[in-house]
């Protein structure tokens, strides 16, 4: 199967700060979609991606679409203690209907 | 439109017993994916429901097998439970249709505890 290779795997920042991470793909996604996930509750989808080249924003959240479609970025202005959880990056390829799915980044604020 | 809803959100059964989970999509969606979570996995994909057939499937054993309604409820169901099976299982919703634009929505979850 498809393999997402995300990273950093976890992150460790002082409030305030700017976090960015990646994920990359071993062939051309048609979608790349970025969730959230707190303990114990199930991902939450904060921004898709359907066009190469493709930026988009959610408040601080700014994900962008690789022109290559092998990969996607997530960049998160101005920490705030909220922002902890564990981000997960997923994509769909250009053949098939499976949704595949990064190892995820977990991402602890520091107050 | 509400969102997915998975049933029960919190289950505690002994080994060798089976167990029933189910998952509600988001109206519309005909698509229906489940996930098992342990810390430390991430997401491992078990299978796939659209239009009440099997699409796509995952590496798991034949322990874990699912089905899905007319109404793309779905369900999912594990046999002679091990104590491996303790995990958070995830469904999540689709279009599914070969589109642009699909995206896949999340339950809460379903939090297993095998004893």
């Known amino acids: 199967g498809q393999q997402l290779n995300q990273s950093p795997q976890s992150m460790f920042i002082q409030e305030g700060e700017d976090v960015s991470m990646n994920c990359t793909s071993s062939?051309?996604?048609?979608?790349w979609l970025w969730y959230k996930q707190d303990p114990g509750e199930g991902p939450v989808l904060l921004i898709a991606?359907?066009?190469?080249?493709e930026l988009t924003s959610n408040g601080r959240l700014t994900a962008q679409f690789g022109i290559t479609r092998k990969d996607s970025f997530l960049n998160i202005s101005a920490s705030i203690p909220s922002d902890v959880g564990i981000y997960f990056c997923a994509g769909q390829p250009q053949t098939g209907n499976q949704f595949y799915f990064g190892t995820g980044t977990s991402l602890t604020v520091i107050p | 439109k509400a969102g997915v809803t998975q049933t029960p959100r919190y289950l505690i059964k002994t080994r060798g017993q089976q167990v029933t989970l189910s998952c509600s999509p988001i109206s519309g969606h005909r698509s229906v994916s489940w996930y098992q979570q342990t810390p430390g996995q991430g997401l491992q994909f078990l299978f796939e429901y659209f239009s009440e057939t099997q699409r796509n499937k995952g590496n798991f054993p034949g322990r874990f097998s699912g089905r899905q309604f007319s109404n793309s409820r779905s369900e999912m169901n594990v046999s002679t439970l091990e104590l491996g099976d303790s995990a958070l299982y995830l469904c999540?919703?689709?279009?599914?249709?070969?589109?642009?634009?699909?995206?896949?929505?999340f339950g809460p979850g379903t939090r297993l505890t095998v004893l």
């Open positions: 062939s051309i996604f048609n979608t």
């Open positions: 991606l359907y066009k190469a080249g």
């Open positions: 999540a919703s689709s279009l599914g249709a070969k589109t642009s634009t699909d995206t896949q929505y």
